[in-house]
């Protein structure tokens, strides 16, 4: 008869006591521990082998270059507010002068609701298909797959350096269209559409951020359910990790869920190209979340 099991503790403990200065990673100890018995006509002894492994994991730290802003960075998050102001100006001017009121505005709420659908859609596609080699979007699915290891690094981003790769894309996607018509309804969607996927990056900071430290209209805009809330994305974060995926205001999430909306595309994926999503694994150490340990002993 073999039993085996297998655990991954965090040595909180030995942490605490080690000065934040020295302790620039994660220090995770994996055991597996595995009992063999043997029955024979001469009986033997149980045996017991017990393997240690160290370890060691390096999340950003909060100095880390890659969540510093660069000017590059800042540039293209001017150039995308741009291209929304000039879709905005246009849905408000052509209103105007054609007397038109609650077309652009409900054209505008179309796209605050739409856009929460496309984020949660795009955001379940890179968290269970593809990796850093997939064309195009490979450096987005490398870095949520890091985000889910290390949700908390996403407050130390900072503003620029959060947005710049969706401010690129709206950028080359609503140029075209700024350029191409005036219609104020048009414009009232796709102003507002881009407006909140550019800066679902920033509310997703925002749902991970501490109460305390928000600015006191996020969290009233959260508590109403404007922007998606804390608790509610909390649950992304928690195992089997395979819900509430919308980070714009949240409201499709519980649409989605309950419908089991993504499990029903998986399974078409499944059958037809015979891929499987990350969340049908059992989550390993390259998704579970390593806690930062220096807000661990912060608590403490």
């Known amino acids: 008869m073999a039993v085996s099991f297998q655990t991954k503790y965090p040595l909180r403990p030995i ?41 060691f994991v390096n999340p950003p730290l909060s100095n880390d270059p890659t969540l510093q802003s660069t000017w590059n960075h800042r540039l293209w998050v001017a150039a995308g507010c741009t291209t929304l102001l000039a879709s905005l100006a246009k849905s408000i001017i052509g209103g105007v002068g054609s007397h038109l009121w609650l077309e652009p505005a409900l054209a505008g709420y179309a796209g605050y609701i739409l856009a929460d659908l496309g984020s949660g859609v795009y955001h379940w596609a890179i968290d269970n298909y593809g990796d850093e080699s997939t064309p195009m979007v490979g450096a987005q699915i490398e870095a949520f797959q890091g985000h889910h290891k ?49 800066f679902s990056q920033q509310f997703h900071a925002w749902a991970h951020g501490t109460k305390s430290k928000l600015p006191p209209l996020v969290v009233a805009l959260q508590d109403i359910g404007v922007l998606v809330s804390r608790k509610q994305h909390g649950e992304h974060h928690r195992a089997p990790y395979n819900n509430n995926y919308c980070i714009v205001s949240g409201a499709w999430n519980k649409v ?9 595309l998986e399974m078409v994926l499944y059958f037809k190209l015979g891929v499987t999503p990350r969340s049908w694994s059992e989550p ?13 002993n912060s608590q403490a």
Request: glycine share 0%.
């Open 256 to 264: 989605l869920d309950e419908s089991k909306a993504f499990e029903a």
């Open 15 to 55: 942490t605490n006591n080690i000065s934040r200065t020295h302790r620039p990673s994660l220090l995770h100890v994996r055991v597996t521990c595995s009992a063999t018995t043997t029955t024979t006509t001469k009986p033997q002894t149980n045996r017991e082998k017990l393997v240690v492994e160290k370890r």
């Open 284 to 296: 390993n150490s390259e998704w579970t979340e390593e806690t930062d340990i220096s807000n661990c």
């Open 150 to 198: 290390w949700p908390w690094t996403i407050t130390k981003r900072q503003f620029a350096n959060n947005l710049h790769a969706l401010a690129r894309v709206i950028t080359f996607t609503v140029l075209p269209l700024d350029l191409a018509f005036n219609d104020p309804v048009a414009h009232g969607f796709v102003s507002t559409f881009a407006f909140c996927i550019m």
